[in-house]
């Protein structure tokens, strides 16, 4: 089956995976900007990190017949840095008109904290500024609750924010029907350990659904598993799920998603000759 | 699916996690040292707690168990600017 997957950090995985993610099926990709796994120190260091993002990865994806589409930010664990994110986020309107760039994201929290906040509030009123979509990362584990429900007061407050261009990422059980019910998009990630797994993944789509519903890899340099997808495909199926459904989640949910982007251009995978994206 | 085929399909692998579960405190308590006090530890026993219950949301009640709680008067300590 043809998927997108809306969630994936390829800076940190090989050219061998982008092979082997068109092989399962990945026709397209959307790379968030996140942390690296250590603190930058300058803003030179994120233009480098948006160059990779909008020039560089397209490329290596293109040569499996992957689309590769990508979103700016500084994100919340740098955020607590607050004199280098304003540095930041001064710099990003000079990508954003780059062909792949659907948005701001991954913008959110980490460990909740005012700088975080203040950091994030500043990142909306950019996308605002800009008429930008969000992507949104919500905090891990015992944070993730709090972080969420506060990631969605700061959202309530803004006038600006039209609800369906904002996905707000890596819900579980607990946090998937606040957002849901708020009017955005959410995400699960399906990671082996800290987040969901491709079980409780499928048992939360048959609980709420699969409206505004999608789901990632977001495989990165940690524990990760950047063919996941594919894997919440096999157990839908186990589960007797119609292709259809299947399809809706993995494929036309993020494509719906993605397409209030003026950016967002895909080949329906049916009518592609080759590796013609 | 109904309950039995789920039940036919899932109960090794359930049968398996268990015992993960269970070799896992018996590694703890085998080992030197007492963390019988540590909250984390009183975490684990009410989270199976909760298991054994019969509520339909029994993972979602194991997640709130592990958040840290949401107060919703949270931004008055936060000195946020005001947003549009």
């Known amino acids: 089956m043809y998927y997108i997957d809306p969630h994936l950090h390829m ?33 030179d260091g994120f233009r480098d990190y948006f160059h990779q993002l909008t020039d560089v990865e397209p490329k290596r994806a293109a ?27 001064a ?12 948005g701001i994201g991954e913008i959110g929290l980490n460990k909740n904290t005012p700088n975080e906040a203040t950091v994030f509030q500043e990142h909306v009123q950019l996308a605002v500024d800009h008429h930008q979509q969000i992507l949104i990362h919500t905090p891990h584990l015992a944070d993730k609750y709090q972080g969420t429900r ?12 039209d609800r369906s261009r904002v996905l707000v990422d890596h819900v579980e059980e607990h946090t998937v029907k606040a957002v849901l019910d708020a009017g955005f998009w959410a995400g699960m990630t399906l990671y082996p350990v800290t987040k969901c ?5 499928v048992d939360i789509i048959e609980m709420v659904g699969a409206e505004r519903l999608c789901v990632n890899s977001a495989g990165d340099w940690g524990p990760s598993k950047p063919t996941a997808v594919p894997d919440l495909v096999m157990e839908m ?19 719906e998603f993605f397409s209030q982007s003026k950016k967002f251009e895909l080949r329906n995978p049916a009518d592609r000759v080759g590796f013609d994206t | 699916m109904d309950s039995k085929q ?16 269970a070799s896992s405190l018996d590694r703890i308590q085998r080992a030197d040292s007492d963390v019988s006090n540590d909250p984390r530890m009183q975490k684990l026993t009410e989270a199976l707690q909760i298991v054994l219950t019969d509520d339909p949301h029994r993972a979602e009640k194991i997640q709130m ?20």
């Open chain 1, 150 to 161: 506060m990631i969605l007061d700061m959202l309530g407050d803004h006038s600006g924010i």
């Open chain 1, 11 to 43: 800076v940190s995985r090989t050219t061998d995976d982008y092979e082997t993610l068109a092989r399962m099926g990945c026709v397209a990709i959307s790379e968030p900007a996140f942390w690296a796994g250590y603190d930058r120190g300058t803003v």
């Open chain 2, 65 to 84: 168990l592990f958040s840290r709680q949401y107060d919703e008067h949270w931004k008055d300590q936060f000195s946020l600017p005001s947003t549009n």
């Open chain 1, 91 to 102: 710099m990003i309107p000079e990508f954003l008109d780059c062909d792949n760039v659907l």
């Open chain 1, 197 to 201: 797994t491709p079980a409780r993944a």
């Open chain 2, 6 to 21: 789920i039940l036919d399909r899932e109960f090794l692998e359930i049968r398996s996690r268990i015992l993960d579960v």
């Open chain 1, 63 to 89: 040569q499996f017949g992957i689309k590769h589409f990508t979103w700016l930010c500084i994100n919340a664990k740098e955020a607590e840095n607050v004199s280098l994110s304003r540095e930041v986020l």
């Open chain 1, 237 to 255: 199926r186990r589960r007797g799920h119609a292709e259809s459904l299947i399809k809706k989640i993995v494929y036309d949910n993020p494509r």
